[in-house]
């Protein structure tokens, strides 16, 4: 019913940026927040940032003031501007959305199929 399609990770080094992108597709009616999850190697997924419909946004302490979330509802699109990237951030970057499909009555949870982010000199 809906797709999300990430793109833009790859390898980059220390203190290098990085912009990944999300659109999602579908039957879709409206979306409600928009977040990026990531997972490291032994480690559980957490968040690193999410966005609100309205445009309110959080972050995790580790990525604040380097990460930006930011959206376009036009394009059902979420993106992340990742600046002064460290060894740490190396990650499966997941895009995540809380979508009210149409004819549905409630919000669901939808997720992308991942994209790894290498930061290594």
């Known amino acids: 019913q809906v797709q999300l399609v990430e793109s833009g990770g790859g390898l980059v080094q220390p203190g290098g940026s990085l912009r990944l992108s999300c659109a999602a597709s579908?039957?879709?009616?409206?979306?409600?927040?928009m977040g990026w999850y990531r997972q490291a190697p032994g480690k559980e997924r957490e968040l690193a940032a999410n966005?609100?419909?309205?445009?309110?946004?959080n972050y995790a302490d580790s990525v604040k003031g380097r990460f930006t979330i930011s959206r376009d509802n036009a394009k059902n699109t979420v993106y992340l501007q990742m600046n002064s990237l460290k060894p740490e951030d190396t990650a499966v970057y997941y895009c995540?959305?809380?979508?009210?499909?149409?004819?549905?009555?409630?919000?669901?949870?939808?997720w992308g199929q991942g994209t790894q982010v290498t930061v290594s000199s």
């Open positions: 995540n959305a809380r979508v009210l499909t149409t004819g549905s009555m409630r919000f669901n949870d939808y």
């Open positions: 579908g039957s879709i009616f409206s979306i409600g927040t």
């Open positions: 966005i609100m419909s309205g445009g309110n946004t």
